[in-house]
């Protein structure tokens, strides 16, 4: 179901290419005016995209948490990354013949269709924008491998406790998250499906972890007590989702999580 369009689409997308480059307000305007189709919503656990189906367009998550997955014959599903807002899914789609994984949505999600060819052109006409998206990308091959060395080396509490400090970073960057933690919510099922993990497994790890005190969970909401400490625990470090880089490159150093 479609509404009219609004500027949070253009604010969000900001927000995010903010981390890697300074927007001017002749790129800002070039940003809202290439996100001026109709804003539309989906329900929670509806597919956006369907594997084996031809990629209409880009999808930007505006709000609310999606996710990339595949489904095996079986019924057994694995997500193997999750969509936050901001996020752009998949800037790839212009020279894909048929989509190899399913979007999916975890909660309600308000999100704009984008042509590749719109893309294309802003990235053409405004090459730091050009070059904003392309940092997205590699951002997130980079959160690709992490998530597969998640699932091949580390416990079960590195794998969660990476996960929930990934989620705070990314959600900080486009500020939908505290200081200290965010509105959480996925299920056992999905973690255990974005983990590798058995929901019973998943169930003892959460109990574990809480009467640790690396994390306080209740009313769909996570919270951190000491992030120093989930980090040294889960073996997390922040340097491959890139959050400096334009630090970085203007040579003004790089914060680290948690200093």
Partial sequence: MGQASDTGAASMLMRHLGNFMDVTERESEAIAAALAGPVLAAGARTDLMTEGEAPRAVLLIVSGWACRYKMLEDGRRQIVAILLPGDLCDLNNGVLAQMDHSIGTLTPVRYVEISSEVLQ????????????????????????????????????????GCLFCELLLRLQAVGLAGEDGYPFPLTQTELAEATGLTSVHVNRTLQTMRNSGLIRLADRTLSIPDLTALQDIALFSPDYLHLNEKERRSGKGVTRLGT
Avoid: F, M, Y
């Avoid at 006409?125 to 590699?138: A, E, N, T, V």
């Avoid at 997130?140 to 491998?145: E, P, S, T």
């Fill in 121 to 160: 052109r802003l990235a053409a006409d405004h090459p730091k924008i050009g070059q904003g998206l392309w940092w997205q990308l590699l951002v997130n091959v980079a959160i690709q491998r992490e998530w597969t060395v998640n699932v091949g080396r580390r416990s079960a509490v590195e794998r969660i």
